[in-house]
């Protein structure tokens, strides 16, 4: 579906966009604006999304692209759409206007309303996270650093995912630091009868999908608002690891290019915990 060239400009372009935002957000004018929803926007986030577009439009493959601050199109338009790109251009403009480095680039490549590709960014940190069920998913920090000539190479210069393996009395729990709810303090209260042990650490963006395929959590519940741009990639990424994203109240995956975009209560599983 993607050509080995494609995917590492796909790559590179996450960031290119992390690289712009970083250069906002070493500055002490964010322009912050106030969205429909009450959500903040700022220069970065336009910024970011400018420059993905920029760089999805030069692939050998011409997919339409929908986009968190881009036009949004009819339903009657896209639902037409086999394979299209799923882009928050900074998921978590909440942490990066509080300055907690928490904030991460997102691009995903939907198929047939599965994610089949996504590629996670975390510009404060120079980290990216990438992944599919076909070839896997990989961590590789400092990527900015090195010189990938090849996919092969990239993922050979990270690590495969996950790294850590789930203690069978222990679950480790990451939950939304910006949306606490209380249907999230109730499910974290139901994992105390099966495990000896409940750890709850906080983060923001997507990041809490990538700190479960990496291992370092074992459960996400998500019982707030989120649109599709916010876990298509990390979906993809929890996928490759061998785990899997679900609706709350049942064992149905998530899916993408909904009529409505925004995305049920889900929780996220570390595979052999609920993952199906």
Known sequence: ML???????????????GKAILKIYGSNDFQIEKKSDASPLTTADKLSHETIVKGLTTLTVDYPILSEEGQHLRFEDRKKWETFWLVDPLDGTKEFIKRNGEFTVNIALIHHKNPVFGVVYVPVSDTLYIGS???????IEKVSEGKHPTFKSLTESGHRLPLHNSKDDTITAVASRSHPTPETKKFLETLKKSYRKVNVTSAGSSLKLCLVAEGTADVYPRFAPTMEWDTAAGHAIVLGSGGNVIHSTS???????????????????RKGQGAG
Do not use: C, M, Q
């Not at 050509?3 to 966009?17: G, P, Q, R």
């Not at 290019?257 to 049920?264: A, I, R, Y």
């Open 3 to 17: 050509s080995e060239k494609d995917l590492l400009n796909v790559i590179h372009t996450s960031v290119t966009a």
């Open 133 to 139: 069920e076909e070839v896997g998913s990989y961590k």
């Open 251 to 269: 064992d149905r995956h998530l899916e993408y290019n909904k009529e409505d975009l925004l995305n049920p209560w889900f929780i996220v599983w």
